[in-house]
């Protein structure tokens, strides 16, 4: 039970080069996320998306595109990388529990992009 | 806009003591409200949750309160443990499906 798998775990990249983060969950989540981690800044949306097929953007979604084309996989893609982009990448996936009222978020363990 | 902010940034607490570390929100439309704890190189992990609509809940030493009027929540960790060392994640979230996260709080819990 893998839960939500992100590739890759490390990268470097150079000013202007191209990449895309991949997120994979075996949960059969409706909703996937991507934020990303900054020292003092907590975690802040980048996109998300509610089902397949579908995304929206977050809090800070400049620099990045994503895509949902498959229910289990959300992938995150920087066109033209740079330096203000160098952070800790997270993906998450949940569901809404109408029951329990819970949003059930699960956590990958982070990418650690670093921009030169 | 920061729509949820966090105190401390930093937080050291004796073996035993209580640790408390608060949120404000401003967002009236936010109805769940979760801590979330994260160690270091692993991804955050729900502790515990309330709902708006419930002034306190215990989960074992955390304790989540909750002040609606003042649009305020809180953690209190009891008897905390080195093993609680860690960084500390409120967040708020709406029908919207995202949840949106303060700054953070980094515990450090002295033997």
């Known amino acids: 039970n893998a839960g939500v798998t992100q590739t890759p775990k490390f990268r470097v990249l150079k000013t202007g080069q191209s990449m895309t983060l991949l997120c994979a969950q075996d949960?059969?989540?409706?909703?996937m996320y991507w934020y990303r981690q900054d020292p003092g800044m907590g975690l802040r949306l980048i996109h998300y998306s509610v089902g397949e097929g579908t995304t929206a953007k977050g809090e800070v979604p400049d620099g990045y595109n994503v895509s949902r084309l498959k229910k289990q996989n959300f992938l995150l893609g920087l066109e033209s990388a740079a330096p203000s982009q160098t952070s800790v990448y997270f993906c998450a996936s949940s569901y809404r529990d109408s029951i329990l009222e819970e949003y059930g978020y699960t956590f990958g363990s982070g990418t650690r992009l670093t921009v030169v | 806009q920061q729509q949820v902010k966090q105190s401390p940034q930093s937080l050291i607490v004796q073996k035993g003591g209580i640790s408390i570390i608060n949120c404000a929100y401003e967002n009236t439309a936010f109805d769940y409200f979760p801590w979330y704890q994260q160690f270091p190189g692993k991804g955050p992990a729900l502790l515990i949750a309330?709902?708006?609509?419930?002034s306190e809940k215990k989960e074992g030493r955390f304790t989540i309160s909750f002040n609606k009027s003042a649009k305020q929540f809180s953690l209190h960790i009891m008897d905390s443990q080195p093993g609680d060392s860690a960084t500390y994640f409120c967040a708020a979230g709406d029908s919207s499906y995202k949840l949106i996260f303060g700054s953070g709080t980094r515990l450090l819990v002295r033997p």
């Open positions: 309330i709902r708006p609509d419930v």
């Open positions: 949960m059969n989540h409706e909703y």
